[in-house]
């Protein structure tokens, strides 16, 4: 084998100190490099790996390379990454929808709790919490509007059967007096059949009183029929029925209450054909 061709195989230990800029007289210690890697300059020390020579005596080295990122590279690091420089801005508006979200559950709890007391007065009550001036409300919390008025409209319905049958009371209870007393009876102690006493005969009507002895019955409560209202208004208006009545009536009123008494049973027999 020619001495060139070895050369070719092998650059021997000067070989390798030309490469690398490495006086071949100096030791390893001394050794440095300066170069480029990728695009940026690198002056540093370090130190270089070299495989075991194969057992031709010859080999390729193989260099490692070590080095620390410089403190400008670190305080620079951050501020490369995208965002982190609007990282206070994304807090703030954070914050600020938190706030916004609080506020808002404060508001629904509030309705949650408003509408929980609606419900229970209503269930305590429906009636007397639209009597009081309440609204109810469906299943979802919204006004139930329709609901309400048919509330309102019962109510009011009960309002006149309760006046209806608070009249017709105090009439009934106003003859249980007459009969039971023995004082003297002018014309306006007469319990006619009206909703408010008369001052004068005039007064009685047919519309007058079949109203009002029949307004009554309308109530839902009701168990008297029409024909025995009749019947037994008739019973009681008779002159024989109420003969201890008219022979207590004073002088000045006797012409008028026997008028008025006329003018009922009119009004009951007409009532009767009808």
């Not at 403190?71 to 801005?89: E, T, V, W, Y």
């Not at 029949?214 to 037994?232: D, G, K, P, Q």
Request: aromatic content about 6%; overall charge neutral; charged content about 35%.
């Amino acid at each position: 084998m020619s001495t060139s061709g070895w050369h070719d195989r092998s650059l021997g230990r000067s070989g390798f100190a030309t490469l690398f800029g490495e006086s071949p007289t100096k030791g390893r210690s001394s050794f440095s490099l300066t170069g480029s890697i990728r695009g940026t300059s690198v002056t540093t020390g370090g130190y270089f790996a070299f495989p075991p020579v194969s057992d031709g005596g010859t080999g390729t080295p193989a260099a490692v390379i070590t080095e620390e990122p410089s403190q400008a590279s670190k305080s620079s690091f951050g501020d490369a990454l995208p965002g982190i420089g609007s990282l206070k801005d994304e807090m703030t508006e954070e914050a600020i929808t938190q706030e916004e979200e609080a506020e808002e559950n404060r508001r629904k709890e509030e309705r949650r709790k408003r509408r929980e007391k609606e419900s229970e007065l209503a269930s305590q009550g429906e009636f007397e919490w639209v009597r009081s001036g309440g609204v109810l409300r469906d299943a979802e919390g919204r006004r139930d509007k329709v609901r309400t008025e048919a509330i309102k409209a019962e109510i009011r319905l009960q309002e006149r059967e309760k006046n209806l049958a608070k009249r017709w009371d105090a009439y009934e209870s106003k003859w249980r007096t007459l009969l039971a007393s023995n004082d003297a009876v002018s014309f306006k102690d007469i319990p006619w059949p009206l909703p408010l006493p008369p001052t004068t005969v005039k007064e009685l009507t047919f519309e007058d009183v079949s109203r009002f002895l029949l307004e009554s019955l309308e109530a839902r409560t009701n168990t008297v029929t029409r024909r025995e209202r009749i019947r037994s208004s008739m019973l009681r208006w008779h002159p024989d029925k109420i003969s201890s009545v008219l022979s207590r009536v004073i002088e000045e009123d006797r012409i008028a209450v026997r008028e008025g008494l006329g003018m009922v049973m009119m009004a009951l027999k007409r009532m009767k054909e009808n």
